[in-house]
């Protein structure tokens, strides 16, 4: 199985009614505090950044017995998102069918691809939070089972959605003709280095330069990440990783009109905006390329790390993640 980028669904037009109605939002994982700011911008008409349309009505708690920041979060988050009005569900089966949507919010991605499988079977639009998987080779897996289920997914982190990063995507400064990025990047030994926390910094590099990276080489010191990514027509963009000092997120993008600040994080109400159209039949807003070609980014500055930082090309390494990907598919679909 070949997979066909960008993946497009061919959505029925949004109706009045449909516009209108609140749909029905099961979430998976109940082990990030996105769970509970996400339920309560979606379920409380009180708060300041309050985005209509959809409420999440049941959660398929689960954390990662391995992980002990996750494990631990699950009881206290469990009772709090009771009092947002979110009903606790045993039964993952029953949640799905009993939902419009899902949000996919397991804080440990190694078992996205598993929860994924069962909503795509049921024809459930899904949003999958970071990161999208554990692995390059599921995070293709993903999209390939999306498109031969025909259910739309995305994901995205939230800092995708800063204002400045998005005016610079929206051509504010021109042409981007580069980027450099920063945010925290906290390791996960169960994950690759920058799947755990540096995807939030990636992801804004990504926004500003789009697709058509091709070669990345990284530095990393005990502190400190620094990958440098060439584009195929000659742009540079880099991410640099923070673990001690100041760690916010920022970042400064080059174009053919100016320079500006972009990487900001400006809440989870922008992204739960675009979440809410995906649900309600809107198109895609992040094209399944994008979204690979950013997580072979950070697989690619491991696979630098492991060969004594060295320049690694990003086709080798999609490449090997599609013949991993295509053997996984096939052991699902039997």
């Known amino acids: 199985m070949r997979l066909l980028l960008p993946v497009l669904f061919i959505l029925s037009p949004v109706v009045a009614d449909e516009a209108e109605k609140v749909l029905r939002i099961g979430m998976i994982g109940l082990d990030?505090?996105?769970?509970?700011?996400?339920?309560?911008?979606?379920?409380?008409?009180?708060?300041?950044?309050?985005?209509?349309?959809?409420?999440?009505?049941?959660?398929?708690?689960?954390?990662?017995?391995?992980?002990?920041?996750?494990?631990?979060?699950?009881?206290?988050?469990?009772?709090?998102?009771?009092?947002?009005?979110?009903?606790?569900?045993?039964?993952?089966?029953?949640?799905?069918?009993?939902?419009?949507?899902?949000?996919?919010?397991t804080n440990d991605g190694r078992p996205h691809l598993e929860q994924l499988v069962p909503v795509l079977r049921a024809g459930k639009p899904c949003f999958i939070d970071k990161p999208i998987a554990g692995s390059l080779t599921d995070c293709i897996a993903i999209f390939k089972l999306a498109e031969h289920f025909k259910t739309p997914v995305f994901s995205s982190s939230s800092l995708r959605y800063g204002k400045n990063t998005q005016a610079v995507r929206g051509g504010s400064i021109g042409d981007v003709t580069g980027c450099d990025t920063w945010s925290p990047c906290?390791?996960?030994?169960?994950?690759?280095?920058?799947?755990?926390?540096?995807?939030?910094?990636?992801?804004?590099?990504?926004?500003?330069?789009?697709?058509?990276?091709?070669?990345?080489?990284?530095?990393?010191?005990?502190?400190?990440?620094?990958?440098?990514?060439?584009?195929?027509?000659?742009?540079?963009?880099?991410?640099?990783?923070?673990?001690?000092g100041s760690r916010g997120y920022g970042g400064t993008a080059f174009g053919t009109k100016g320079i500006t600040s972009v990487g900001s994080y400006d809440g989870y109400d922008p992204l739960l905006v675009e979440i809410v159209k995906f649900f309600k039949g809107g198109p895609v807003p992040i094209e399944a390329r994008e979204t690979i070609e950013l997580y072979a980014f950070m697989e690619a500055a491991d696979e630098s790390k492991r060969n004594g930082f060295v320049h690694v090309r990003i086709k080798d390494v999609i490449a090997q993640a599609e013949k991993e990907a295509d053997k996984k598919i096939r052991d699902i679909l039997k």
């Open 32 to 105: 990030t505090s996105h769970c509970l700011h996400f339920s309560r911008i979606l379920n409380d008409e009180s708060d300041p950044r309050h985005v209509s349309g959809c409420r999440v009505v049941m959660v398929y708690p689960k954390g990662s017995p391995d992980i002990p920041s996750s494990v631990s979060r699950v009881p206290q988050y469990t009772e709090d998102i009771q009092k947002l009005g979110v009903q606790i569900e045993s039964d993952l089966e029953k949640m799905i069918q009993g939902v419009d949507a899902v949000l996919l919010e």
């Open 186 to 244: 906290s390791l996960e030994k169960t994950h690759p280095d920058l799947f755990w926390y540096g995807i939030h910094g990636v992801e804004s590099l990504f926004t500003v330069m789009g697709t058509g990276v091709e070669s990345v080489v990284r530095t990393q010191t005990k502190d400190f990440e620094k990958v440098t990514g060439t584009w195929k027509d000659g742009r540079i963009g880099t991410f640099r990783g923070l673990r001690t």
